[in-house]
T-cell receptor, first 112, second 113 residues
Framework: KAGVTQTPRYLIKTRGQQVTLSCSPI?????VSWYQQTPGQGLQFLFEYFSETQRNKGNFPGRFSGRQFSNSRSEMNVSTLELGDSALYLCASGPRLASEQFFGPGTRLTVL | EDKVVQSPLSLVVHEGDTVTLNCSYE??????LLWYKQEKKAPTFLFMLTSSGIEKKSGRLSSILDKKELSSILNITATQTGDSAIYLC?????????????FGKGTLLTVNP
């Protein structure tokens, strides 16, 4: 079974721009969560989708948004990028809510 | 606010040693506790512990959940250099139909030959 895939793997943007990251979960998985990982803060939960509905949201500003499609693929959007948004963005999928999650390789975002 | 604390923050051992990593939590509506291993890439799933499955073992790795003490330990016996990684503990909580994972900051384990 193919694992979680994320595109693009690397991205360089400038302040003020917006970015869209994509995640394809493991086949059959309906839960998709997004995380931001930085050296100082560790892994921080952004939001989680299940059956196209956002089920929970972490403590991030409204510039961070996401959605899930009927095929369970998910996208995350960050608008008006700030330098502090530079991080590794990880997507994880699970077969159901509250189950183990399997992570993708991440998208490394650098904001200049 | 849900909180997950791991200790120690870092640990250096020699090959063959046994290590114990700790995770304690203060959360609302506990569902499960998960352990992940992160090398240079994304975290890889190790174990999930719940009220109905408080002990798990896989090869040299084992983990126990203590619901009374609100904590868990991850044991690694006969450590190898390939065990060098960041070990992450996460607690899953749910309120109604909402669910989220809260991660600890991790323990950096370095195994020297």
């Amino acid at each position: 079974k193919a694992g979680v895939t994320q595109t693009p793997r690397y991205l360089i943007k400038t302040r003020g721009q917006q970015v869209t990251l994509s995640c394809s979960p493991i086949s059959g998985h309906r839960s998709v969560s997004w995380y931001q990982q930085t050296p100082g803060q560790g892994l921080q939960f952004l939001f989680e989708y299940f059956s196209e509905t956002q089920r929970n949201k972490g403590n991030f500003p409204g510039r961070f948004s996401g959605r899930q499609f009927s095929n369970s693929r998910s996208e995350m959007n960050v608008s008006t990028l700030e330098l502090g948004d530079s991080a590794l963005y990880l997507c994880a999928s699970g077969p159901r809510l509250a189950s183990e999650q399997f992570f993708g390789p991440g998208t490394r975002l650098t904001v200049l | 606010e849900d909180k997950v604390v791991q200790s120690p923050l870092s640990l250096v051992v020699h090959e063959g040693d046994t290590v114990t990593l700790n995770c304690s939590y203060e959360v609302t509506n506990f569902r499960s506790l998960l352990w992940y291993k992160q090398e240079k890439k994304a975290p890889t799933f190790l174990f999930m512990l719940t009220s109905s499955g408080i002990e798990k073992k896989s090869g040299r790795l084992s983990s126990i959940l203590d619901k009374k003490e609100l904590s868990s330990i991850l044991n690694i016996t006969a450590t190898q250099t390939g065990d060098s990684a960041i070990y992450l503990c996460a607690v899953a909580t749910s309120g109604g139909s909402n669910y989220k994972l809260t991660f600890g900051k991790g323990t950096l384990l370095t195994v020297n030959p």
